[in-house]
């Protein structure tokens, strides 16, 4: 492994991580994600591990008091994150960047069921990408035109936070991850569209579970 890389294999904080949710401890101080996401064009990208959507400017996510970005969104076959040891068809990584460089991920669980509709209208693009056959060291890239990035937002009571990394190398570490609980419904198909344009070698790019190394993950619970 590159020396560039080394935070993979020596950081101590390090995702993604399997939430246990008996150890999970309340914080009631935590809010409500705020998310002002709007209407604008969008790019699938296919860099062989993984498919990506980049935005000109999707709105914000406003977390402790500071803004963040939609910068892209991207999607891991199956789930890197599990619940109770629980993996998944499917997770869906929003990723927001601060003006400082900070970084927060939402992530979203998807289980084999109904078909997702926000992929649904991505569907035919995905099929064009898995035409457009890449090398390792190269990209193919789509255009969407305006995404409604204000879709991909549904309001959940419930969150679970903890400190963690990129889940790619460099594998950079301080990024916090708000893990919603509530799953998702994904159809088989779908589930295939995301992989067909990927290497064969990188069909399931979920990174295993890392040691939690005494980090705490915090529970954000409406009703709690």
């Known amino acids: 492994m590159s020396n560039d890389y080394a935070t993979c294999k020596t950081g101590k904080a390090q995702s993604p991580i399997d939430i246990v949710t008996a150890k999970a401890v309340l914080n009631k101080t935590l809010k409500p994600l705020k ?3 709007t209407p604008t064009n969008a790019t699938l990208i296919n860099n062989g ?4 959507m980049k935005f000109v400017n999707a709105g914000s996510l406003i977390l402790d008091g500071k803004n963040y970005t939609l910068a892209q969104l991207h999607w891991h076959t199956p789930s890197e994150h599990t619940i109770d040891g629980v993996s998944f068809d499917a997770e869906l990584h929003l990723v927001h960047k601060a003006s400082d460089g ?10 084999i069921g109904n078909a997702d ?7 035919s693009k995905l099929a064009e990408l898995a035409k457009e056959k890449c090398g390792s060291d190269e990209e193919s890239q789509i255009a969407v035109g305006t995404f409604d990035a204000w879709k991909l937002r549904r309001n959940t009571r ?9 889940t790619t190398p460099p594998c950079s570490e301080n990024v916090v991850f708000n893990v919603f609980p509530k799953v998702r419904s994904i159809s088989k198909a779908q589930v295939e569209a995301l992989k067909a344009p ?3 070698t990188s069909k399931r790019n979920n990174r295993p579970v890392q040691p939690l190394n005494g980090r705490k993950v915090e529970l ?3 009703l709690a």
Do not use: C, H, N, W
Request: no cysteine.
């Open 117 to 123: 509709p926000i992929l649904a209208k991505l569907q």
């Open 220 to 222: 954000f619970d409406e």
């Open 49 to 52: 591990y993984s498919i990506e």
């Open 158 to 166: 419930k969150y679970y936070r903890y400190v963690g990394s990129l």
């Open 102 to 111: 900070s970084l927060t991920v939402i992530a979203i669980l998807y289980k």
């Open 35 to 37: 998310r002002g996401y």
């Open 198 to 200: 990927l290497l064969q």
